[in-house]
């Protein structure tokens, strides 16, 4: 698929089929969060790859019952991992540049699943100690997002976007 056709397909998908992700297209999504760019190249973040039923009803728990997460046959999470970025960057790295690295790392990781036929939703609704609970990791980790994948399982409609006169501020 075009990448200017990944960015106009993707969406939310909140239903998701009885099928597994094959491994190979999990590996290239993998590959994909891997190339991500980062502040330094420090990768300043953990992704989390949860496929125990257990687990995933626990991060369900935690984003307050969003129970889609818990149907997919996989979780990504990504964590920012202040201390990694703390290490260039001090305070900076430790409140932006590791949040912005987990950012960036789960925005790849949504395009490598539209392309590659499979479907997810970006959950940043949850309880930060839930979430560290469900996957066994201290507060030294702070929880960003969480990308449940799988097959979908329906089509909404395309949701409309701003005009780019209104998003998009001239400075010239």
Known sequence: MDFFEVIRTRQSIRAFQDRPVEPEKLQQILEAINRAPSAGNLQGYEVYLVTNRACLQALTKAAVGQDFIEQAPLAL???????RS???????????????????????????????GLATAWVGAFNDDGVRAALGV???????????????????EHR????LVELVQRIE
Do not use: K, M
């Open 86 to 116: 703390a290490r260039r960057y001090g305070q900076r790295g430790t409140t932006l540049y590791c949040v912005q690295d987990a950012t960036i790392g789960g925005a790849y990781a949504q395009l490598a699943v539209t392309a590659l």
């Open 77 to 83: 999470v990504f964590c920012a991992h202040p201390a």
């Open 160 to 163: 409309s976007r701003r005009a």
């Open 138 to 156: 201290g507060h030294d980790l702070r929880p960003v997002a969480i990308l449940p994948i799988g097959y979908a399982a329906e089509t909404p």
